[in-house]
């Protein structure tokens, strides 16, 4: 958590000072840390099925087929309709991120946070946002997802404040002040900068210490 607010802290200070997060620079070094430092949690996956379901060679591989299958599913929709595949792809982080905050906080809550970290960009920097989808899909439909975005955002930085004023009260002050700072930096921070902060010193580093408690390793 440390580590996260004085990135947060710091970035803000610079972009408040007039120096340029948005210089292809900075948006490199934040993607490179996706690459690097977020996107190997989840290299675990089969070691953690093993450790639960005791599984063997073949069924391994029969995962692992699966895992494949489904990857090329996913290209082949975003090859004839890559809208639709993104919108279900950011669906689908959704729930995926709302596990960070699962099981401390109700569901509705935790999902509601997952949707805010997705969508708070688009309250400040929407073009940016549509540029983003537009560049990642080769279609200027994405824009839309950006306005969808900037639809839901007020209500799901609402609901993930009402999650962070639970946890405070819970007696989870960590995670509280962890929440706010990834949401304080998913609004006023450009895009790329922000989720790779939430990505890379809050989402990653959560999951890889449950595999390591997990996996006693």
Same mark, same amino acid.
């Given at each position: 958590?440390?580590?996260?607010?004085?990135?947060? #802290?710091?970035?803000?200070?610079?972009?408040?000072?007039?120096?340029?997060?948005?210089?292809?620079?900075?948006?490199? /070094?934040?993607? =490179?840390?996706?690459?690097?430092?977020?996107?190997?949690?989840?290299?675990? $996956? /089969?070691?953690?099925?093993?450790?639960?379901?005791?599984? $063997?060679?073949?069924?391994?591989?029969?995962?692992?087929?699966?895992? =494949?299958?489904?990857?090329?599913?996913?290209?082949?929709?975003?090859?004839?309709?890559?809208? *639709?595949? =993104?919108?279900?792809? =950011?669906?689908?982080?959704?729930?995926?991120?709302?596990? $960070?905050?699962?099981?401390?906080?109700?569901?509705?809550?935790?999902?509601?946070?997952?949707?805010?970290?997705?969508?708070?960009? #688009?309250?400040?920097?929407?073009?940016?946002?549509?540029?983003?989808? *537009?560049?990642?899909?080769?279609?200027?439909?994405?824009?839309?997802?950006?306005?969808?975005?900037?639809?839901?955002?007020?209500?799901?930085?609402?609901?993930?404040?009402?999650?962070?004023?639970?946890?405070?009260?819970?007696?989870?002050?960590?995670?509280?002040?962890?929440?706010?700072?990834?949401?304080? #930096?998913? *609004?006023?921070?450009?895009?790329?900068?922000?989720? #790779?902060?939430?990505?890379?010193?809050?989402?990653?580093?959560?999951?890889?210490?449950?595999?390591?408690?997990?996996?006693?390793?």
């Amino acid at each position: 958590m440390i580590c996260l607010i004085a990135a947060v #802290a710091f970035a803000l200070f610079f972009n408040s000072v007039g120096s340029s997060l948005l210089s292809g620079g900075a948006t490199s /070094i934040a993607c =490179l840390a996706i690459l690097v430092l977020g996107l190997p949690h989840g290299s675990l $996956d /089969i070691a953690l099925m093993r450790h639960r379901s005791s599984l $063997d060679r073949w069924r391994i591989s029969a995962i692992v087929m699966i895992y =494949l299958g489904l990857a090329g599913v996913m290209a082949a929709i975003w090859y004839v309709a890559p809208v *639709v595949a =993104l919108a279900s792809f =950011l669906g689908i982080a959704s729930v995926h991120f709302a596990e $960070d905050w699962l099981p401390d906080q109700p569901p509705f809550f935790a999902l509601g946070t997952a949707c805010a970290v997705l969508t708070a960009p #688009a309250l400040l920097h929407h073009g940016m946002i549509s540029n983003i989808f *537009v560049q990642l899909t080769g279609n200027t439909l994405a824009a839309t997802l950006a306005d969808f975005a900037m639809l839901v955002a007020p209500v799901a930085l609402i609901t993930a404040g009402v999650g962070i004023i639970l946890a405070w009260r819970e007696a989870r002050s960590v995670d509280a002040i962890e929440t706010a700072a990834i949401l304080i #930096a998913m *609004v006023l921070l450009p895009p790329v900068i922000g989720f #790779a902060m939430f990505f890379c010193l809050s989402h990653s580093p959560r999951h890889f210490a449950a595999a390591k408690g997990e996996l006693r390793t």
